[in-house]
């Protein structure tokens, strides 16, 4: 094999910056090496103004919002989307996965590199958990119906965290089960956070995502839709809205296949995110005005 020549520089393993040098290395050395097609951008420096986040948790939250036009042509009413998909594992999930996590470290339940957490989840959910336990250094088990895209699955593999699929017909109840299962095995190095039932969950939407709504819409928000999956989201930003707007209506959605808050029996559907099978700890029924059902289809 004949080594090849690649820029280097004193200052970074990249070849990127000035004052680069040339060094002589195997073809195989060269193959793991920067290439301009990867460019990442750098910066060193010392700056402590609060404007450079100290780790990528505090990038979660303040997403914006934008006005919809076209899916909403003819309808009666401005429609608003709060876009949580840019958050930093591209889901609302990003901040209960903070919250739950910090509030156990807190309450002093864990520790990073001692606690095993374990968790059922439909994906998006152990996203955010895994990229939180990831940045704080714990073991991650996540329990999830294997119905669940392959492409989640990938990303939760990618941030270090450990699967284990269940019966997709058994829904998120069946996560559930084996979720307490292991943290019996696991014994008290384990901890299931249970974003279901976890008071953190409704809490850092009633501290945020309901006060960044609130603020963006200059207080003229007259009607709250959100998927049902932990109940967190409307729960929380729904509390926060009608505190501020007692006339405001909170609308809750649902499979139609798995019609639980109507009333109807659980069952398989494929709207990944919502429609747990039962009816979670952390809804608050009281707060809904309406139940809407949309088709899989």
């Known amino acids: 094999q004949t080594p090849r020549t690649i820029p280097s520089s004193s200052r970074s393993s990249g070849p990127f910056l000035p004052n ?13 090496a920067p290439r301009p097609h990867r460019r990442r951008a750098a910066v060193v420096c010392s700056a402590d103004n609060g404007k450079v986040k100290s780790n990528v948790t505090q990038t979660v939250g303040n ?14 009413a401005r429609v608003a989307a709060k876009l949580e998909g840019m958050q930093p594992c591209s889901s609302v999930k990003d901040r209960i996965g903070n919250s739950m996590i910090s509030d156990a470290e807190e309450k002093g339940l864990i520790k990073p590199g001692e606690t095993i957490l374990v968790e059922p989840t439909s994906g998006n959910t152990g996203i955010g ?23 989640r699955r990938t990303l939760l593999k990618a941030f270090g965290a450990d699967l284990v699929l269940t019966d997709p017909a058994k829904g998120m109840r069946g996560a559930l089960l084996k ?32 006060p960044e709504i609130w603020e963006a819409t200059d207080g003229k928000v ?15 930003t729904g ?14 959605v649902e499979p139609e ?13 494929k709207i990944q995110g919502i429609g ?6 952390n809804l608050d029924t009281e707060l809904l005005d309406e139940v809407l059902q949309v088709s899989s289809e």
Do not use: W
């Open 20 to 32: 680069s040098r040339s060094v002589t290395c195997s073809p195989t050395e060269a193959l793991r």
């Open 63 to 76: 997403t914006p919002m934008v006005y919809l036009n076209r899916v909403v042509e003819g309808c009666g």
């Open 129 to 151: 958990l895994a990229f939180i336990a990831a940045a704080r250094g714990y073991k991650l088990v996540l329990t999830m119906p294997s119905s669940m895209s392959t492409e």
């Open 179 to 210: 979720a307490e299962e292991i943290k019996a095995e696991l014994g008290d190095n384990a901890y299931i956070l249970q974003q279901f039932d976890n008071p953190a969950n409704p809490a850092i939407h009633y501290k945020t995502t309901g």
């Open 222 to 236: 007259d009607i709250l839709v959100a998927g049902v999956g932990t109940g967190g989201t409307i729960s929380g």
């Open 239 to 252: 509390r926060f809205l009608k505190e501020k707007n007692p006339d405001l209506k909170v609308m809750a």
């Open 257 to 269: 296949e798995s019609a639980v808050l109507s009333g109807g029996r659980p069952g398989p559907h």
């Open 276 to 281: 747990a099978g039962f009816v979670p700890g």
